[in-house]
């Protein structure tokens, strides 16, 4: 079915449930509103075998280009079979100009994205080779480094200090280091729980999306 692309339309991200990412992006386009839902190909072995499934490359989202300000299409996308939110609810926010264009001219004819796994990898740990980052446990907490190099099969990472004029490589567990642009420890403890709590999270949902899409178009 034809989209109903106006000049006036911009990119929204949308969540879904789980697995359901390509068939609301079909629902929508069935509906007039144009779609792109990203797949990747992801191997597993299960039992001894090895096992290639497609998946949603960003997973539980798909992205709808419509007019955020007109309340009847964000009701038809809100609707959709699948679809349990908008990123910026009642008033979308809006993906960065040319962002989702620059992931539809990598995508093959079936949405599908191959040259993906480096980048997919840096989101899951937040930060990637060159990263300032903040050391989290041991007599180094809270120290600022720069990421040299990253091993995800063995989950260490490798940073570089300062230590009075030395700059020796300290070696981490992954989840031992987070980029300098997260918050403290302290801070997310703030944040969670009641309403409030909820409203941070939703925030820090849309920024993470957001943020996600633009990083693996470097």
């Not at 949308?14 to 990747?40: D, L």
């Not at 960003?58 to 009847?72: E, H, I, L, V």
């Amino acid at each position: 079915m034809a989209t109903n692309t106006m000049p006036g339309d911009s990119w929204h991200v949308i969540r879904t449930v789980s697995n359901q990412e390509k068939a609301v992006a079909a629902q929508i386009e069935e509906s007039g509103i144009e779609s792109f839902c990203p797949m990747t190909r992801v191997t597993s072995v299960r039992h001894g075998r090895v096992r290639e499934t497609r998946q949603a490359l960003f997973r539980n989202y798909t992205f709808g280009k419509w007019d955020g300000d007109d309340a009847t299409l964000w009701h038809r996308v809100h609707d959709a079979t699948g679809a349990t939110g908008i990123i910026g609810g009642e008033h979308p926010k809006p993906v960065e100009p040319g962002v989702i264009e620059a992931w539809q001219r990598r995508a093959r004819e079936d949405g599908e994205v191959d040259d993906v796994a480096g980048t997919v990898a840096d989101l899951k740990r937040g930060y990637r080779v060159g990263t300032e980052v903040r050391l989290q446990k041991g007599r180094d907490d809270a120290m600022i480094g720069i990421v040299v190099w990253v091993d995800d099969r063995t989950q260490r990472v490798g940073v570089r200090v300062d230590i009075l004029g030395r700059q020796p490589i300290l070696v981490r567990r992954q989840n031992d280091v987070e980029s300098v642009g997260a918050p403290l420890k302290t801070e997310r403890r703030r944040s969670r729980g009641g309403k409030r709590g909820s409203k941070v999270r939703q925030r820090a949902f849309a920024n993470y999306v957001v943020s996600a899409i633009n990083t693996t178009t470097v």
